[in-house]
């Protein structure tokens, strides 16, 4: 599976932005997926994972303000984000995966990063 991030920018806090991850592939639909996120000098973060029927996962940082959704007829993953930080400036990368326990340790492919900048 191929992955392609997009959806990043500029935004103010308190501010909102939606980040989709198109992939290739006709078996998409069958594995999980998930987003990770990274900013200079710090270790990759997870925030959120998809299973193929819509479970998900979220990062305490992250919950109550972030929504993950999957449509599998388009081969996309969606990140909503919602009352962002400025805490939350990261690149945000998409992952794919066999099963939602995989995200965080062994995705199968990564997207390239989109840059997501809060002011404050």
């Known amino acids: 599976v191929q992955l392609q991030a997009s959806g990043g920018g500029l935004v103010q806090a308190g501010g909102s932005l939606r980040l989709s991850c198109a992939a290739s592939g006709r078996f998409f639909r069958n594995v999980a997926a998930g987003w990770f996120r990274q900013t200079p000098g710090k270790e990759r973060e997870f925030v959120t994972a998809?299973?193929?029927?819509?479970?998900?996962q979220y990062a305490d940082s992250v919950k109550g303000r972030f929504t993950v959704s999957r449509d599998n007829a388009k081969n996309t993953v969606y990140l909503q984000m919602n009352s962002l930080k400025p805490e939350d400036t990261a690149v945000y990368y998409c992952v794919a995966a066999q099963a939602i326990a995989d995200v965080t340790t062994t995705p199968t492919s990564w997207g390239q990063g989109t840059l997501v900048t809060v002011s404050s």
């Open positions: 998809i299973s193929r029927l819509g479970r998900t």
